[in-house]
């Protein structure tokens, strides 16, 4: 590099209107399911009851959506097309946005790069249509219309050509736009939606009815499936001016990819750290390693209690108060979970049942039997000698099978959903009797979460017991980390970690939970530290004590290979039934299966 070359001063211009339109749809319009949302969110503020979206080649060739809501006028459809034009707001309080949109950035953007055409109606007047390609706008002229709004889009990015090498192909595009609307269609129940890809319809959502929330679950199982509302806790809670409802998946119903979390804002759909990270923390301890939780949560307050207008796309919010946000969600899913006491996921007895059944090309099913054999009363009776020697057994089995019967003393209590134990099989199963089917237990891992949560409440009752380092361990921070990790310090304390300024960017510990007594403190502070600058909280410590206590819980309970009295398996049921999660062990698995009598007897083609 010539360190002696002349400098030339740049030139400041000013650009044209094209070019900032199309910068802009490079933060609005990121692909086709961008456009799609921004039209649809536009629709739901114009008040539609009605939306039908149509494409076609992934959105990149045709994104059409129709609404029946309040419509344009044909003054108002130049105006809609220039930049920062909104009706949603009129500029004196960006924290007063009770809508959508309120950027007066989309449709400008959209016509910078494809060919836009919009044709509108209100109430009581006619229609009108404009059309712009690649920001050239063509004049106003009457149209026919129903009253509501078409939006027209075509040939997305011709005018950028370049943004079409970034698009993934058709299909996949047609999965984000379906994935677009669904997330729409689950805040907006008393709203239909169709979408329409190529020809075929892939979506259907028709307005719901009734009350709120059961609006929500009805449009919630006809998105998510049945299967999710069945084994979800539902959720109500408030606190400082905010409102979390919606719906969570048990624990047992987990997914390996976080793809069916669903977060609202004011009914807006976000991607927000700070709320994903308080969904994590709610199933810390119930979830398996891998696993993800699935729930659809809808967090409402005043708009004046959170900033919307932090992102072009509006995926990301910023909270007055964050942590008040954290701590009402963790708080509430800890809640719902506890009081679905020992629930599991009704998914995890049909995976049992398929289980049971043989594959199709191995052996017949108990009706093929019936069908093919079916021997008189006579032959049955002739075939059975009851004077006939015991069988011997093959070699390799046991003369004492790993399975006991009890007799049953009473039938199963009307108001003990896991019923009656009447036997143990392998020293490890339990095999209970329900008014209604059968339960198998796993007697370890049901007793490690009995004990596990018996551990929690002692500690949460009389503190985690702390011990005093022989010489403080000094850990040295930026000024700005160490006074981030001090404003916890009494958080840190309530969990036995004790932490107190040094000097400078300092800080000494004291003391650590005498159960972590080996704890390497400094990376655990560092730990949190990041936590906090990512999320605003950190649950690493009671993580790490918690592990302790399932540590402890996993020593103390009651091992497989024990054989338990009719006793034993009853009390263990009774505390099952008593205590919150025990429907999956410490490690997110499930303590039990329910098999219902009808399911049985169709095993054996009893009731065909």
Sequence with gaps: MNSHAPHIRPVIRQLDEATANRIAAGEVVERPASAVKELVENALDAGASRIDIAIEAGGKRLIRVTDDGCGMSDEDLPLALSRHATS???????????????RGEALPSLAAVGRLTITSRPAGAEGAQIVVAAGRMEPVRPAAANRGTVVDLRDLFFATPARLKFMRSERA?????????????MAEPYVGFTLTADGKELFRADAEQGELFGALQTRLARVMGRDFIDNAIALDAERDGLTLTGFAALPTYSRGAAVAQHLYVNGRPVRDKLLIGALRAGYMDVLASGRHPAAVLYL???????????????AEVRFRDPQSARGLLVSALRHGMANAGHRASSTVGDATLAAFRPEPD??????SYQMDYCPSPQALRASLDLQAPPPVLDPGFSDLPSARYEEPQAPPLPDAPLGAARAQVHENYIIAQTADGMVIVDQHAAHERLVYERLK???AEHGIPSQALLIPEIVDLSEADASRILSIAGELADLGLVIEPFGGGAIAIREVPAMLARLNAAPLIRDILDDLADQGASDRLRARIDAVLSSMACHGSVRSGRRMSADEMNALLREMERTPKSGQCNHGRPTWVKLRLSDIERLFGRND
């Design 300 to 314: 409402t307050c005043d708009p004046q209690l959170v900033d919307v207008n932090v992102h072009p796309a509006k």
């Design 88 to 102: 949603k707001i009129d500029g004196s309080d960006l924290l007063a946005i009770r809508s959508f949109g309120f």
């Design 457 to 459: 409440a002692q500690a």
């Design 173 to 185: 595009e047609t999965q984000a736009v379906a994935d677009t609307i669904r997330r729409l269609a």
């Design 362 to 367: 191995q052996a017949p099913t108990a009706r």
